[in-house]
């Protein structure tokens, strides 16, 4: 079976644009950073973790909004864990950014993904919760 995605999680995909662009801003991401992935011991010259963690930010985003995209067919467990790790994420940016309305935005963004994921489980819940795909 495969249920249909809640109202919370496909407004996600409109709103995720003006979240992505002030992450980019609040943060000063480039247009094309560079992750290094030359060894699973990444090593940090002590200043770049915030920057990097904005940059994982920014790829949860744009994964988010493909999963939220109405009519493409996804598992529940993606969308779940995609949600929890960007609710992680923003959560440490906007600790980052004190109390200025840069992290009241990171945070109403982090509240509509956690909207968005608790309506997946109340969806899937609620028919047996043995589905595995929302469309």
């Known amino acids: 079976m495969c249920l249909e995605k809640p109202a919370e999680l496909v407004a996600l995909y409109d709103e995720t644009p003006p979240i992505f662009q002030a992450i980019r801003e609040l943060f000063g991401v480039p247009d094309r950073p560079?992750?290094?992935v030359s060894?699973?011991?990444r090593r940090t010259d002590g200043g770049d973790e915030l920057a990097v963690t904005a940059v994982l930010a920014l790829h949860y985003i744009q994964s988010l909004?493909?999963?939220a995209q109405p009519g493409v067919r996804v598992r529940i467990m993606?969308?779940?864990n995609t949600s929890a790790c960007l609710h992680s994420v923003l959560s440490t940016l906007a600790g980052e950014c004190g109390q200025g309305p840069g992290a009241n935005r990171?945070?109403?963004a982090r509240d509509k993904i956690g909207?968005?994921?608790s309506a997946i489980?109340?969806?899937d819940l609620s028919h047996g919760?043995?589905?595995i795909y929302m469309q």
């Open 78 to 80: 993606t969308i779940v």
């Open 34 to 36: 560079a992750l290094d």
């Open 129 to 131: 919760g043995d589905n």
């Open 121 to 123: 489980a109340a969806a």
């Open 115 to 117: 909207l968005a994921a």
């Open 39 to 41: 060894s699973v011991d």
């Open 65 to 67: 909004r493909y999963l």
């Open 106 to 108: 990171i945070q109403q």
